[in-house]
């Protein structure tokens, strides 16, 4: 008896995940607030991590963790106002990603909802409730 594919040799490997996180940085660079949160000049750094982090997510090769260790997720957004607006425009352009490249309808679901879930917990920092506000919490 054969071990189950991994959902990153079911939806193609490598290339399907290329596609994936190109089309999203994409997105990304035209996108000014979003843009505003990577520090780097060109984003193909963060562009080969988050491909990186998926492969590793998705049952691919761990190359992720042999060159960051472990993902700690929360503790990398950290330095970063992320707020709700911002994970919805984050979410919003992996959507337009997801669509660009077509998986299969019960591959597409199971990985947006990864995404989502993952994107709501990187929140770290409520929306100023009026234009103007000041953050006087600290955080």
Do not use: C
Not at 59 to 79: A, D, F, I, K, V
Not at 120 to 125: A, I, K, P
Request: charged residues 25%.
């Amino acid at each position: 008896m054969s071990e189950p594919q991994s959902f990153y040799d079911a939806v193609g490997g490598a290339d399907t995940f290329h596609r994936l996180v190109a089309a999203f940085y994409r997105g990304v660079a035209a996108d000014p607030e979003l843009r505003a949160m990577y520090p780097e000049e060109d984003l193909g750094p963060a562009e080969e991590r988050f491909r990186m982090f998926l492969v590793q997510y998705w049952g691919g090769p761990r190359t992720y963790s042999e060159q960051r260790g472990h993902p700690r997720l929360r503790m990398r957004h950290n330095p970063f106002a992320v707020t709700p607006s911002a994970r919805d425009r984050w979410l919003g352009h992996m959507r337009a990603a997801l669509d660009e490249i077509k998986l299969e309808p019960d591959r597409d679901q199971e990985i947006w909802t990864y995404l989502v879930m993952a994107a709501h917990s990187m929140v770290n920092t409520d929306e100023p409730q009026y234009p103007g506000a000041i953050d006087v919490s600290g955080t």
